[in-house]
């Protein structure tokens, strides 16, 4: 939960990140503002509490990233690194490597490639490629097309496969997980056009084939056999073929769709799954008796499996001051970095002008708040798979908490503050909340939560390239997120 030491904290570090590489108060400065005594002696009293108590607190806490910060942005290693990915004619091509460390089997590296313009003009290809600490392994591949045929409509393709030895399935509305393998691959057809002539709506019909390959473990006390979730009726250890068929309809207007400063995006989704019959499982797979010597397997239930799914997000950016262009150009970006750079740790906050505060905190500075509310909507109570079931998790997002909660209904509210550090990165502040529900109208505080936290994300202005992010919930946990994903949907 977010306490009010928590909030107290989040404030200091907003204040903090804000107004780093400002110049201290220098003897002939300090000359002129005591030629008022009294102001000089408010000044002092507004600005010891920040010398003396927040920023050594605030030293402990950047100390370990500082150097490293220190040398990225001086070098301009941001903007190096995207000249170096980049290949072909007009930097069409881009080749670099993803990761991802977390404590055991998940540490992840990685490789990817996009490729604009690849066969037709306007057409975008991408290839992922993961391989995980353990042998599991993970692969992407889309491709799109816009312009098809010279219409207004657009296409696209994808294939997903993953082989993962430890994924877990998680009880609806708990935390309770269990081992569960998993080697699942789907294919997936969506077709789009513009709805209205400014382009700013569009409508998209599309369909997945999803062929689910789960198995038993091997681990026999890791297994679920437990009348709240049914194996027969969730399809649990067992293959399924699922074909979910959706519709969504997005309007935006936002000024760039990874840097936007401006503008407005709306989602609206709605697909049905059409569930196949679970193919069972032995029961000596499972390390358990049967309960009857003339039929070894748990066989499907009966229930009908089908089920809905429903989403609206809502985003909103503004920015704030008076600069007509959020993203930096090549020169401000040189100006800017001079600014940053100096990170001299003693004299943070030694200077606490409001005219200073106001420029530093309210210009070129962007708002971003998303809400987002989805719902699952079962055909007949207890038959949909145990994958139908929305996850909230740091990419819901709630990026103070590495493990995750399924449920039937979530709402989640997010808000950034984000400024400029350099050509191709910003500096983000990150406060949000969630609520989990059985039914959609039984929202409860029991299952209310809250992170928050900061960390940067590289991009250009239409290309999303990484995200660096340390989240908390209260003063007990952490989280560090380090992602090739956008932080909203």
């Known amino acids: 939960m977010f306490t009010r030491n928590s909030r107290f904290l989040f404030i200091c570090l907003l204040v903090s990140f804000f107004i780093l590489g400002r110049q201290p108060l220098y003897a002939e400065e300090q000359a002129e503002v005591s030629d008022d005594d009294g102001s000089f002696r408010m000044s002092m009293l507004w600005t010891w509490p920040f010398e003396h108590i927040f920023q050594p607190a605030l030293n402990g806490l950047v100390f370990p990233i500082a150097a490293p910060v220190d040398y990225v942005i001086k070098n301009g290693i941001a903007d190096k690194s995207v000249q170096l990915i980049s290949f072909g004619e007009n930097h069409k091509i881009m080749v670099y490597p993803s990761f991802n460390f977390k404590p055991g089997a998940r540490t992840m590296v990685g490789a990817n490639y996009r490729h604009r313009s690849m066969l037709l003009e306007k057409d975008y290809f991408v290839l992922q490629a993961e391989y995980y600490a353990n042998g599991d392994m993970g692969l992407t591949t889309r491709y799109t097309k816009h312009a098809l045929f010279g219409t207004r409509f657009f296409g696209g393709f994808r294939y997903d496969i993953d082989l993962d030895r430890d994924y877990r399935f998680t009880i609806p509305e708990t935390k309770k997980n269990f081992l569960q393998p998993d080697s699942s691959m789907a294919f997936t057809w ?80 709605y697909s049905y799954t059409f569930v196949g019959k679970y193919d069972g499982v032995r029961y000596d797979d499972l390390g358990i008796v049967s309960p009857s010597d003339d039929d070894p397997w748990i066989r499907d239930g009966g229930k009908n499996h ?56 309210f210009e070129r500075r962007v708002i971003a708040m998303q809400y987002r509310m989805v719902n699952l909507w079962e055909i007949e109570d207890g038959g949909a798979p145990h994958d139908a079931f929305i996850n909230l998790n740091a990419r819901a997002p709630l990026r103070g908490y590495a493990d995750k909660w399924v449920t039937h209904h979530l709402m989640s509210l997010s808000l950034e503050y984000r400024w400029p550090v350099d050509r191709f990165v910003d500096g983000v502040l990150f406060n949000e909340y969630a609520m989990i529900a059985p039914k959609i109208d039984k929202w409860s505080f029991d299952h209310y939560y809250n992170s928050w936290g900061f960390g940067i994300r590289v991009r250009q202005p239409n290309l999303y390239l990484f995200r660096f992010q340390i989240g908390f919930h209260g003063l007990h946990g952490v989280n560090l997120v380090l992602t090739i994903a956008p932080e909203f949907k």
């Open 190 to 269: 969506r077709l789009g056009a513009p709805i209205t002539n400014t382009a700013n709506w569009n409508a998209e019909i599309w369909t997945q084939l999803f062929l689910k390959r789960s198995s038993a473990p091997d681990v026999d006390d890791s297994v679920l056999y437990s009348d709240d979730f049914i194996i027969k009726d969730r399809g649990l250890y067992q293959h399924v073929t699922e074909v979910p068929v959706g519709i969504t309809f997005v309007y935006d207007n936002l000024d760039y769709p990874y840097a936007p400063s401006r503008g407005n995006r709306v989602v609206l989704d």
């Open 306 to 361: 089908d089920y809905m799914t429903t989403q609206f997000i809502f985003q909103h950016y503004f920015m704030l001051g008076h600069s007509k262009n959020y993203v930096l150009s090549a020169t401000e970006a040189r100006a800017n970095r001079r600014f940053y750079t100096d990170f001299s740790w003693d004299e943070v906050m030694r200077v606490w002008r409001p005219e200073q505060v106001m420029s530093t905190l």
